[in-house]
């Protein structure tokens, strides 16, 4: 079971970028695809953005199309999500989530292993 360790989470003003990154453990890392998801206090758990192992297609929610972009170095067992253009209602944790399958999810249930977390706060 691959392990993951999200960073990059801290406060930035409204229109700024930020970068997280999320390192996974284990030696099968370019075998998962690899999913962000974000909870903002209050609210659900939610679907950011995804990407397949198998040919680094991806997927992303419609509140962060154009935005964000999901990448993966595999070389380094890692994951980034990039965040442009911040807003307000961008602020929660983010979660990095791993699964084996190839298909595009973005439902929760179908990732096996999570990170635990890293805060982003966007200031108006």
């Known amino acids: 079971q691959v392990q993951l360790v999200e960073s990059g989470g801290r406060l930035v003003q409204a229109g700024g970028s930020l970068r997280l990154s999320c390192a996974a453990s284990g030696r099968t890392f370019s075998s998962y695809s690899m999913g962000w998801f974000r909870r903002a206090p209050g609210q659900e758990r939610e679907f950011v953005a995804f990407?397949?192992?198998?040919?680094?297609?991806?997927n992303y929610a419609d509140s962060v199309k154009g935005r964000f972009a999901i990448s993966r170095d595999n070389a380094k067992n890692t994951v980034y999500l990039q965040m442009n253009s911040l807003k307000p209602e961008d602020t929660a944790i983010y979660y990095c989530a791993a699964r084996t399958g190839w298909v595009i999810k973005r439902d929760p249930a179908y990732f096996t292993a999570w990170g635990q977390g890293t805060q982003v706060t966007v200031s108006s």
């Open positions: 990407i397949s192992w198998s040919d680094g297609s991806t």
